[in-house]
């Protein structure tokens, strides 16, 4: 298969033993009630194979409704998938599940969703701070609280629960490039994910709608660490693409992201980048 021929929005690629695999929401409905998550493998990230059943949702009573945005980290010798699920009490939360290979099967491995109990969240992402710390970077849902947040949560070194209470990064109304709206209006935030750039600065991806077209957007840790202030850079993509995550490939650094962010129109998509050490940008052709 091609990149064109694949519909996921959400795109994950983890590169491992020489092989890419390709994670993402099934677009299907939105994402609704598509019974869990597919993997995609290629060895040039031009041919792809057809989509292989990497996570049964329904087998395991996780498929109320959404089934969003997985990732995989190889961590600690084994593979995490982190995706976004309805829990029991109809709320949505990230849920950690772990497998012994890229391709799966993935099981439940969290006691539960590692999101507060009572917030809408989705979108987590795995970040391991320079001592080995690990953290859930994740959205606090502009559904509940209307300008919607990033937020960060230690959690244990299994992986399976958060400690502590969670902390504040900021809010999608934050950015400079925001225009402030009518109040009720809601302002989104989604897609995190970490990155360390050459120089050793902190970055975040993250994604939100600028003049109402879906935008990859970017900040910088003031101290090189998740509890540091976030300043907002110029966007890197803001022509209807979003929710991505940056890999590398042969010595390149990708990024990839959904485009257009359209139900059943979705597609990954691959640009190369440039780490200048302080920041990012995209590499112009």
Known sequence: MKLNQINIRDPFVLYDSSTYYMYGTRAKSFGCGTDGFDVYSSTDLVNWSKPSPCFDSEKYGLNRQVNWAPEVHRYNGGYYMLATFTRENGLRGTYVLKADSPLGPFAPHSFGAVTP??????????????????????CHEHTQITDGTVCYVQLNNELTESIGEPKYIFSGSSPYFIKPKPQGEHYITDGPFMYRTAGGELLMLWSTFINHKYAQCIAKSSNGEIDGEFQHLPPLIDNDGGHGMIFEAEGKLMLTYHSPNKTLLERPKFVELTDNGDSIAVLKP
């Open 117 to 138: 109990q009572e917030w809408e969240c989705l979108d987590g992402t795995l970040y391991v701070d320079k001592k080995g710390t690990p953290y859930l970077v994740f």
